[in-house]
Nanobody, 120 residues
Framework: QVQLVESGGGLVQPGGSLRLSCAAS????????MGWHRQTPGKERELVAT???????NYADSVKGRFTISRDNAKNTVYLQMNSLKPEDTAVYYC??????????????WGTGTLVTVSS
């Protein structure tokens, strides 16, 4: 199986920046699309941004112009650069990936999440 491990969350003041990372690890796999979602208590998980293996990106309207998703295919890692953070960006951020594994075929994985808190 493949594991997704996020890092980079924390507490930041409004207007500040954070960079999240998510690394995929395992055996005999290929990572296709990757992305970030977020969730706050009592609300459904929502899409933040996605990126294909070729680098095509997609963003939620609420983060366009402030967040940038990127990836390093050699490291099987996806990043989310978050600038001009607002209190409403406070959430648990989850990495996800569409993975092809030799043993299992196509599988969708989720990370365990990293908390981002935007507060003064």
């Amino acid at each position: 199986q493949v594991q997704l491990v996020e890092s980079g969350g924390g507490l930041v003041q409004p207007g500040g920046s954070l960079r999240l990372s998510c690394a995929a690890s395992g055996r005999a796999f290929r990572v296709n699309g990757m992305g970030w979602h977020r969730q706050t208590p009592g609300k459904e998980r929502e899409l933040v941004a996605t990126i294909t293996s070729g680098g095509t990106t997609n963003y939620a309207d609420s983060v366009k112009g402030r967040f940038t998703i990127s990836r390093d295919n050699a490291k099987n890692t996806v990043y989310l650069q978050m600038n001009s953070l607002k209190p409403e960006d406070t959430a648990v951020y989850y990495c996800d990936a569409d993975v092809y594994e030799v043993a299992f075929g196509g599988v969708h994985y989720w990370g365990t999440g990293t908390l981002v808190t935007v507060s003064s």
